[in-house]
């Protein structure tokens, strides 16, 4: 199993993989836009034959202290638009290697504070690996966060050397 960088030549087998896999679906644009405005926060994973089994598709966020407050810092942190892989490469520890490099990026590159992400309230698995392998808490629920209004786990992640 090889994993490595995301590049454009990669969308269309991640995307297809987002299709078949999860329920929320984004624009080849959105894919493009990530891949050309953050290259090392996403990541690929490979089989023996090159196919793309699993990713991860990351951003860069930065938020201000105080909205009103020209004068505050910003806070840059990580957001995990997507991850997932194919369910014959499942139970591996591919998700928890892609989540882990993206991590790894967003500090060395971007100097991240902390990572984000949503999750569906009712996927006990990625709620596990989220906050049992990585570490992850829960912030807030979204209420009626997805299209189908499932609620959404609002996680976050401290980042930094001790992690």
Same mark, same amino acid.
């Given at each position: 199993?090889?994993?490595?960088?995301?590049?454009?030549?990669?969308?269309?087998?991640?995307?297809?993989?987002?299709?078949?896999?999860?329920?929320?679906?984004?624009?080849?644009?959105?894919?493009?836009?990530?891949?050309?405005?953050?290259?090392?926060?996403?990541?690929?994973?490979? /089989?023996?034959?090159?196919?793309?089994?699993?990713?991860?598709?990351?951003?860069? /966020?930065?938020?201000?202290?105080?909205?009103? /407050?020209?004068?505050?810092a910003t806070h840059t942190h990580g957001h995990i638009n997507s991850i997932s892989v194919m369910r014959s490469y499942r139970r591996l520890g591919l998700a928890k290697k892609l989540m882990l490099l993206s991590q790894e990026a967003m500090i060395a590159i971007y100097r991240a504070s902390f990572v984000s992400l949503h999750v569906r309230q009712s996927n006990k698995a990625a709620i596990s690996l989220y906050r049992d392998a990585l570490g992850f808490a829960v912030k807030k629920v979204e209420t009626g966060y997805y299209a189908d209004k499932e609620d959404a786990l609002s996680m976050q992640l401290t980042l930094g050397s001790n992690h």
């Open positions: 199993m090889n994993i490595r960088l995301a590049k454009a030549d990669d969308l269309l087998a991640m995307q297809a993989a987002n299709l078949q896999n999860l329920p929320e679906n984004y624009s080849l644009q959105l894919w493009m836009y990530h891949i050309i405005t953050w290259p090392q926060l996403s990541f690929v994973a490979e /089989d023996h034959k090159g196919r793309i089994v699993g990713y991860v598709l990351a951003k860069i /966020d930065e938020e201000k202290d105080n909205e009103d /407050d020209a004068s505050t």
